[in-house]
């Protein structure tokens, strides 16, 4: 796994299963459908550098702006970085 550094948090980006609809509709080629400028994601790791680096944990879910995370494929693996500044927050669970 990549270490970062610079502030970067290392995240695992969750994306909402669509639920199979029997409802039959037919739609261009080229229609997606439209995401949210937000995303949930899951902590893997957290540089040393970040002001984060005693708030977040691995498996920890925060919610970041989805244009600013960064995609870096290496050896045939996709990694995904955000910068710090792009955390909007962290998602309590509410039994711990």
């Known amino acids: 796994m990549l270490e970062p550094f610079n ?3 290392v995240v695992e980006p969750i994306e ?7 409802l039959a509709i037919v739609l261009p ?9 937000y ?3 899951e902590v893997l790791s957290v ?4 002001k984060y680096r005693k708030l977040l944990n691995r498996g920890n879910k925060i919610v970041i702006e989805r244009r600013m995370m960064l995609s870096i494929e290496l050896e045939n693996k996709t990694t ?7 955390i909007y927050g962290r998602i309590n669970n509410e039994i711990d």
């Not at 909402?16 to 029997?22: A, I």
């Not at 540089?47 to 970040?50: L, P």
């Not at 995904?80 to 792009?86: C, F, I, R, S, T």
Request: aromatic letters at 12%; a negative charge; proline letters at 9%.
């Open 16 to 22: 909402e299963e669509e639920e199979p609809s029997d």
């Open 47 to 50: 540089s040393a550098e970040s």
């Open 29 to 37: 080629d080229n229609y997606s459908k439209p995401t949210s400028p």
């Open 80 to 86: 995904y970085l955000v910068l710090e500044n792009y």
């Open 39 to 41: 995303v949930l994601c």
């Open 7 to 9: 502030r970067y948090v």
